[in-house]
């Protein structure tokens, strides 16, 4: 197995489902001769040639329009929004549309497209470049949302992305795409959409997160362990929308305490949605109201504030213990 | 260095063949076959007729809003006539003519408009996608559909309908921007009706033409008449050709008008009047393709009769139909279909929940 960056197994993927499948086509701004600002797509054009990779003039409600309507025809375009925040502009072509062809058509039409972007803090960037909005994209009918927070599951996801009948977000956190490698099999891993997974078990407490934030939600885990002897579960979400409540729910019946960790902000955000699946779900097992950490219900700052913006090991620690605390 | 005109590629032409008094330019007559030409009236005349039928139906709140295509007849059917079956057609939400000649059953408009989603049920064998409400949003699907039938190798068209107001959207632009970088083999029909809602097309935009917007982006642009179906049809005609044999894509506008309301909700006293729609009532599309078919002998005002009577007869069978269907329409656990391919457990978890509800709630009728 080759250690890979998260860049690099995202690449991986789209190679390999490129390889496997003719009807993948790659689109959107820089993605060819550049291979993405990211370089996602570095080489792709070189292999596949400027039909499967497509250079497409700056248009995002188009690039994700065209996607439409190549997925409808019956390929599985996966379009590159640049940033998360210029997905704006693409907006309401995925809620009035990707989102809804299938039941406006009464299951004849289907938009099996993957629309990749980059979102969230955490590397310097402009304004316009640091956003972490996937409420807006869970919140539609129709849709999945999807944020891997590895390479390896990034891998995985992205290949199952492609190949799902439905049209999915698939939300990259600019922050890892080169924070560390992993181990990732050359031969092909895919994972079920729509399910979370446990990545630390622990009978104290129950952390729930996903992409950027599992690994300072993982790092504050140790913490707990060497300096408060708590053993907490640490959940990674993988699909907002849908969301796989079964193992949180579960989780916290077992820790009677729960906090959650997003970097979008607070209110309203996909940490609402689980306190209510909890009060729903779980209610009478917690010993405490849950607790989020996230970003503010402000816009993220410039970069020489947006650490203090961003939840990290100490706003996680610190939570947790004023969780615990009797 | 002087300054000097820059020579475009394309110019914009206007075309006209059969004008309002029904006078023929025999140079420009398009061949069509008798036969095809008295299939394209009794798809006009349907289409008025069955216009008339809905407008009737939501006036006696058996339906619900709807956008009425009186006057567009012509610019739609004369665009459609030029496709095959196999090709595309990306509707906008007024192509209920275009809609019938591409196979969609009557009775699917009234379960549709009626309030039922079964009616949006596009069939195995159409290569329609539904009507779309959010005004220029469907352009860039007809470039998505076009760029994949160009990469499969297929021979296959799309086309697209919209309004005038449709070309001060974004989604316009960008839609024909990509058709003309990636040549893809797309025909874009504006039916400039001369409104949008209450907004007249000389304050929709300053460009003399619609049609000229195509020089911006590279490629064919052409006005016109659009209450002249053999204009319509001509212009269709060559931008299929075009688009078939690789040459990219092609703007058409179709001058015509929209002799009713926007939609059955709208009151157009409220900016328009009548003197102006009686300007427009006497360039209809249909007395002057009646007047050359007749002219040409193919037509006479006793076949006419005959066909006004089995079109009722044929629109009185659907509305029966549709509303004996959507008597049986009362689940509406239907909703919970669709969403995706396969129903999350939340959905699934929702559905069970109105399920319960809707039990409930029958089981306290039957007690009270």
């Known amino acids: 197995m080759a250690k890979m960056t998260m860049v690099e197994a995202l690449n991986l993927a789209l190679r390999q489902e490129m390889t496997r499948d003719d009807g993948v086509i790659v689109l959107g701004e820089d993605v060819g001769v550049d291979g993405g600002v990211f370089r996602v797509t570095d080489g792709l054009i070189g292999t596949f040639g400027e039909n499967r990779v497509l250079d497409t003039p700056l248009a995002e409600s188009g690039i994700v329009g065209m996607s439409i309507g190549m997925a409808v025809y019956g390929l599985r375009p996966v379009c590159e929004i640049q940033f998360s925040g210029f997905s704006y502009e693409n907006f309401h072509q995925i809620e009035s549309h990707a989102a809804r062809l299938r039941w406006r058509s009464r299951g004849r039409f289907t938009v099996p ?18 956003e972490s909005r996937e409420a807006f994209w869970a919140h539609m009918p129709g849709l999945k949302m999807v944020i891997p927070s590895g390479p390896r599951n990034a891998r995985a996801l992205l290949t199952s992305a492609i190949r799902d009948p439905d049209p999915v977000i698939f939300y990259e956190a600019k922050a890892l795409y080169r924070a560390f490698r992993e181990e990732v099999p050359e031969v092909e891993e895919t994972l079920p959409i729509g399910r979370s997974q446990i990545v630390r078990e622990g009978r104290d407490l129950t952390l729930i997160a996903y992409g950027a934030m599992l690994r300072p939600t993982v790092a504050a885990s140790e913490r707990l362990a060497e300096e408060d002897g708590l053993e907490a579960e640490v959940i990674d979400l993988l699909t907002v929308s849908p969301l796989d409540d079964s193992l949180f729910v579960a989780s916290a019946k077992k820790t009677g305490h729960v906090l959650l960790v997003h970097e979008a902000p607070r209110s309203f955000g996909p940490g609402a949605e689980i306190v209510a699946r909890l009060v729903e779900k779980a209610f009478y097992y917690l010993e405490k109201p849950v607790a989020r950490v996230t970003g503010f219900d402000v816009v993220i700052p410039y970069f020489s504030r947006e650490n203090s913006y961003l939840p990290g090991i100490e706003r996680i620690v610190r939570q947790a213990r004023g969780l615990l605390a009797s | 260095m002087p300054r000097k005109p820059i020579s475009l590629p394309h110019p914009i032409e206007y075309l006209s063949i059969l004008d309002e008094n029904g006078t023929l330019d025999g140079d420009l007559e398009p061949l069509i076959e008798p036969a095809d030409l008295l ?3 009794r798809a006009m005349l349907l289409g008025r007729r069955f216009d008339e039928r809905m407008l009737s139906l939501q006036r006696q709140g058996r339906i619900g809003t709807f956008a009425p295509i009186a006057g567009q007849e012509a610019a739609q059917l004369g665009a459609v006539a030029a496709l095959r079956d196999s090709d595309w057609m990306v509707p906008s939400f007024r192509e209920s003519a275009a809609e019938i000649w591409r196979g969609k059953p009557l009775e699917n408009f009234i379960i549709f408009f009626g309030g039922f989603n079964e009616g949006g049920q596009i069939a195995s064998e159409s290569n329609d996608l539904p009507l779309c409400v959010p005004v220029g949003s469907q352009v860039p699907h007809a470039v998505g559909l076009a760029w994949a039938m160009k990469y499969r190798g297929s021979d296959q068209v799309a086309m697209t309908f919209f309004g005038d107001g449709a070309t001060s959207e ?18 874009f029909v504006c039916q400039n009706n001369q409104w949008a809602i209450s907004i007249p097309r000389a304050n929709q935009t300053r460009s003399a033409t619609l049609a000229q917007k195509a020089i911006a982006y590279g490629m064919p642009g052409i006005q016109v008449d659009g209450n002249d179906i053999l204009a319509v049809y001509a212009a269709a005609s060559e931008a299929v050709a075009r688009a078939r044999a690789g040459d990219g894509p092609t703007l058409i506008e179709c001058v015509t008008y929209r002799l009713s309301v926007h939609t059955t909700a709208d009151d157009p006293k409220r900016y328009r009047s009548d003197d102006d729609v009686a300007v427009w009532k006497k360039r209809d599309p249909i007395a002057r393709f009646q007047r050359y078919l007749t002219d040409k002998g193919v037509l006479t005002p006793e076949k006419i009769e005959a066909l006004e009577a089995e079109i009722q007869a044929e629109i009185q069978a659907a509305v029966t139909r549709a509303e004996e269907q959507m008597a049986q329409m009362d689940d509406p656990l239907e909703m919970f279909d669709h969403v995706y391919a396969e129903m999350t457990p939340d959905l699934q978890a929702q559905q069970a929940e109105l399920a319960r509800e809707l039990a409930a709630a029958r089981k306290e009728d039957s007690h009270g």
Request: charged share 15%; proline share 5%.
């Open chain 1, 113 to 130: 497209m993957v629309l990749r972007t980059p979102y969230g803090g955490g590397v310097r960037a402009l304004e316009h470049h640091s």
């Open chain 2, 39 to 41: 299939k394209l009236h």
């Open chain 2, 170 to 187: 974004g989604d316009f632009h960008e839609g024909l921007n990509l058709a003309a970088v990636f040549q893809a083999p797309v025909i």
